[in-house]
């Protein structure tokens, strides 16, 4: 445990660093599910995750009225949820404008999955979970937060993946969750939220022709081969997200 403190320590603070800075894809604050992940951020959350402490700390303390770093987390400091869907996450994502129905909560599983852990830091309520309708295969959820939401896609091989990304880049289509599965090597499975009005995005292969790939609810999701990129034509023009390769090999992740 001792000697993980240190490549933890400098992943979470990479993270919060990122976060500040409101990056447009956050690697380290993107999880996979459904395989075995390396890297020292994806390790401190499964050891926070399984145990609430990590080299003798223990995770408890006071509660912050705003969102705070996932080192602070660490540390001990707890934040409040979010109360309500702002303005500012509902205006361009028609998703977060709709009254919420039953079928949006989330599994309590991926309640506890997501929150036992220094995602918790971006101060996402579960309570305030919309899952994105009409997709055909595999859910997706998005869970607003404090300046933050945060993104849960489960696909139906590929396992699946969590982010918590800005307001800001989230409206600007720049949110992607990937999956991978051991059992299914060289699958990869991608999700995104785009804007309003942006019908289809175009997710081009590395390996294969370009596919359009339709989006409910402000939400797209595909699964495929080998690495991939993700564009649309949104609001303020062309986007293209990523360049996602996939794992060159078993517990290995190259993101974005």
């Known amino acids: 445990m001792t000697l993980l403190l240190p490549?933890?320590?400098?992943?979470?603070?990479?993270?919060?660093?990122?976060?500040?800075?409101?990056?447009?894809?956050?690697?380290?604050?993107?999880?996979?599910?459904?395989?075995?992940?390396?890297?020292?951020?994806?390790?401190a959350l499964a050891l926070l995750g399984a145990s609430g402490s990590i080299g003798g700390l223990a995770l408890a303390g006071t509660f912050s009225g705003t969102a705070i770093s996932p080192q602070a987390w660490v540390d001990g400091q707890r934040v409040q949820s979010e109360p309500?869907?702002?303005?500012?996450?509902?205006?361009?994502?028609?998703?977060?404008?709709?009254?919420?129905?039953?079928?949006?909560?989330?599994?309590?599983?991926?309640?506890?999955?997501?929150?036992?852990?220094?995602?918790?830091?971006?101060?996402a309520n579960p309570s305030l979970s919309r899952q994105?309708?009409?997709?055909?295969?595999?859910?997706?959820?998005?869970?607003?937060?404090?300046?933050?939401?945060?993104?849960?896609?489960?696909?139906?091989?590929?396992g699946g993946g969590e982010t918590c990304q800005p307001d800001a880049t989230v409206s600007e289509g720049r949110m992607m969750a990937v999956g991978g599965n051991e059992s299914a090597p060289g699958l990869s499975g991608v999700a995104g939220v785009v804007p309003d009005g942006v019908n289809t995005v175009t997710i081009t292969p590395s390996n294969g022709p370009a596919q359009t790939v339709p989006v409910h609810d402000n939400v797209y999701m595909a699964e495929l081969g080998g690495g991939f990129s993700v564009s649309f034509t949104g609001p303020d023009g062309p986007v293209t997200v990523g360049e996602y390769q996939p794992p060159t090999s078993a517990g290995t992740v190259a993101a974005p």
């Not at 997709?135 to 945060?150: K, N, Q, R």
């Open 132 to 158: 994105a309708q009409g997709l055909t295969s595999g859910a997706a959820w998005l869970v607003p937060g404090d300046g933050m939401i945060c993104f849960v896609a489960r696909f139906p091989v590929a």
């Open 7 to 43: 490549e933890i320590d400098e992943a979470l603070m990479l993270a919060a660093e990122r976060r500040s800075r409101s990056p447009k894809l956050s690697p380290r604050w993107m999880r996979r599910r459904g395989r075995t992940v390396s890297g020292p951020l994806v390790v």
């Open 84 to 123: 309500a869907i702002t303005p500012a996450q509902s205006a361009d994502l028609a998703i977060l404008r709709r009254p919420r129905v039953e079928s949006d909560a989330l599994p309590a599983s991926v309640v506890s999955d997501m929150f036992d852990n220094p995602t918790a830091s971006s101060g």
